[in-house]
């Protein structure tokens, strides 16, 4: 969020090199600097400093209303157009707007350019975490194909829209968040249809597992989904941008207006854990013991996918901001997509159904702290590297 960088109010790291709140120099690589544990609390403002309690109690808001509210989770489930849920969109739109208006699309060639990080996305989003969810899904769900299915279908849903929120969070580049979501998503458009079959058709009867699983999702409904939550938000960042950059100018428009929108994501992020966890709280907290045993698999693979990732950035020598965006492009997925798909192929009440939300639930605390993990690794890190692996890859304008 914007109020959790005071370096810079646009809330990216300073690229002049100046420290920034998250106790690191800025991507210049002036090792001079380090803030302590006292200097990087006293920056933060109260909502990015408690951000963690917040989500925890967004969580239990959600899991009490729906316990609480007899039929809530029917009447938010009513609100939907085409399988997607109209409250749920509403609140992933508000959430991304404030960090994609914050993106300076003029510098997105310096991203497309850098074919380690568009290769290594590709092959660790497309190859490697559909693999590694089906491969956790038969070891530790070998007996409840319903909730392994679900699982797969999770893993073959990659993330484009909360991403961007974590990644903003752990200081990452926002511009490499944006073409790599870009590039997800049409990649989700055209692959997911085929990996499904793959990992649930094909797949489960060469190695001899068993008769397969039919996934009926149109390409149509992918494309929508895709467009609502990542084309709106990003079309309405960019043309904020451009349209404020004109009338304010740069220095205007980052000093005085993004740090008024800046709270919005975070507002937006609440609202989302909330309502999701309003729609099945009475199927999540009545399984207890059916979720344990989704969330375990869960847990393997998110830690799998972001350490691995992460470590596969510095192996090829990618600077923190871009290692980190790498790395949390990876470990999350698009919940709302994987619910939708369960709920159209299977139904509301399947066991697909309950796996795709559990996903949620699991991949929110454990990715807030992975993003506290980002942080105290560049901390750390960050001022040891050479200075032509810390210069920034997006010189100030």
Do not use: H
């Not at 220095?251 to 919005?264: K, S």
């Not at 979720?291 to 393997?300: E, G, K, N, S, T």
């Not at 350490?307 to 901001?321: N, R």
């Amino acid at each position: 969020m914007t109020t959790a960088r005071a370096a810079d109010p646009a809330g990216a790291p300073d690229p002049a090199g100046a420290p920034d709140p998250a106790g690191a120099p800025g991507p210049a690589g002036a090792a001079s600097s380090r803030d302590d544990g006292a200097g990087v609390v006293a920056r933060l403002s109260t909502l990015d400093r408690f951000l963690a309690v917040w989500i925890l109690l967004a969580m239990a808001a959600g899991l009490g209303l729906g316990r609480a509210v007899p039929g809530l989770d029917d009447v938010l489930a009513k609100v939907e157009t085409g399988g997607i849920s109209l409250p749920i969109a509403l609140g992933l739109l508000i959430m991304m707007y404030p960090v994609l208006a914050k993106v300076r699309y003029d510098r997105l060639d310096a991203v497309t350019g850098d074919r380690r990080l568009m290769a290594s996305s590709l092959v660790v989003n497309w190859v490697a975490g559909p693999a590694v969810m089906f491969a956790l899904a038969w070891i530790f769900l070998p007996d409840l194909p319903e909730y392994r299915t679900g699982l797969i279908v999770v893993g073959l849903a990659r993330c484009i829209a909360m991403v961007i929120i974590w990644n903003d969070l752990a200081c990452g580049d926002r511009e490499a968040a944006a073409v790599l979501v870009a590039l997800n998503s049409v990649f989700q458009v055209l692959a997911f249809g085929l990996l499904g079959w793959f990992y649930l058709d094909l797949l489960p009867g060469w190695l001899g597992l068993g008769d397969g699983e039919n996934l009926d999702i149109s390409m149509g409904k992918i494309a929508l989904n895709v467009v609502i939550f990542l084309g709106v938000p990003l079309l309405a960042g960019f043309l904020t941008r451009r349209v404020g950059e004109r009338r304010l100018g740069r220095a205007a428009y980052e000093e005085r207006f993004l740090p008024r929108i800046g709270p919005w994501a975070l507002y937006g992020l609440l609202f989302t854990i909330v309502l999701l966890f309003a729609l099945q709280g009475e199927t999540i907290t009545s399984q207890p013991l059916d979720v344990a045993r989704i969330a375990l698999p869960l847990l393997v693979y998110f830690a799998l996918m972001w350490f691995g990732t992460f470590a596969l950035g510095k192996a090829i020598g990618l600077a923190y901001d871009r290692t980190a965006t790498l790395a949390f492009t990876a470990a999350g997925n698009n919940f709302e997509l994987a619910i939708a798909v369960a709920i159209a192929t299977f139904g509301v009440t399947s066991g697909q159904a309950l796996a795709g939300v559990v996903g949620p639930l699991i991949e929110v605390p454990v990715l807030v702290a992975l993003v506290y993990v980002s942080l105290a690794w560049r901390r750390k890190f960050t001022p040891a590297e050479p200075a032509a692996a810390a210069a920034p890859r997006n010189p100030a304008p």
